[in-house]
């Protein structure tokens, strides 16, 4: 009886003790709110939730300048895919009409050389009815002075 005597008084007093203080892993905060976290690791978790939150909102942003740079480079790519198209065009007709101009410049060189040619036929034929007619005038000459 005596040892129940003592082990309720014992009971007792660390029941008013453990009264007066939370039980473990249990906090209160400023407004008496219970908490399951000490107060200091609470606010860092809230520190560390808002700069998540940040931190987010800088991913979502650099997204967004990173999807509007992607956009823009591929609009200037298809813009100079195309001038290179038009490039490659520019450059083929360039060379169509070179091979279409030497092709003229050859054609215009046989004609002028066929020409040249006919010239020189009509030159020597000239000579030629030159010297007939000379000679026709001096046999009408010696055919007149014969008689």
Known sequence: EQFQEVFSSLVTSMSEEAALQPPEGIFFDELSKIRLLEPEKLQQTEELREQCKAFVERIEQFQGIVGSFIGIMESAGKAVDQEKLKAIGSRNALKSISK???????????????????????????????????????????LMSLN
């Open 100 to 142: 279409q101009r030497e092709a003229e410049q050859q054609q215009l060189q046989a004609m002028i050389t066929e020409r040249q040619a006919y010239l020189e036929r009509l030159r020597l034929q000239y000579e030629s009815l030159a010297k007939v007619q000379t000679d026709q005038e001096q046999a009408i000459e010696q």
